[in-house]
């Protein structure tokens, strides 16, 4: 929960109908999807770089050969 403790939506005093309801839904879930867009984003990892010289290979593996299993 951030600092603040104070809530995000309250109601003060009335009902809301249904077309309000549908718009409060709409609102509050289009904030929930761009804070998890935001959270994805800055959890993206760097690659880690699988690539080889190809002259340090070796041309061939046994396939009982223990590198097989890497």
């Known amino acids: 929960m951030s600092a603040s403790a104070e809530p995000?939506?309250?109601i003060v005093r009335g009902s809301l109908n249904d077309?309000?309801?549908a718009?409060?839904?709409a609102v509050l879930m289009a904030?929930?999807?761009a804070a998890q867009?935001?959270?994805a984003q800055s959890a993206v990892?760097?690659?880690i770089?699988?690539?080889q010289r190809l002259e340090?290979?070796?041309a061939y593996y046994s396939p009982v050969s223990w590198q097989q299993a890497a």
């Open 37 to 39: 867009a935001a959270a």
């Open 56 to 58: 340090r290979r070796p």
């Open 19 to 21: 077309e309000e309801l």
């Open 45 to 47: 990892v760097e690659p």
């Open 8 to 10: 995000l939506v309250r």
């Open 31 to 33: 904030r929930a999807a």
């Open 49 to 51: 770089a699988n690539w």
């Open 23 to 25: 718009a409060l839904t």
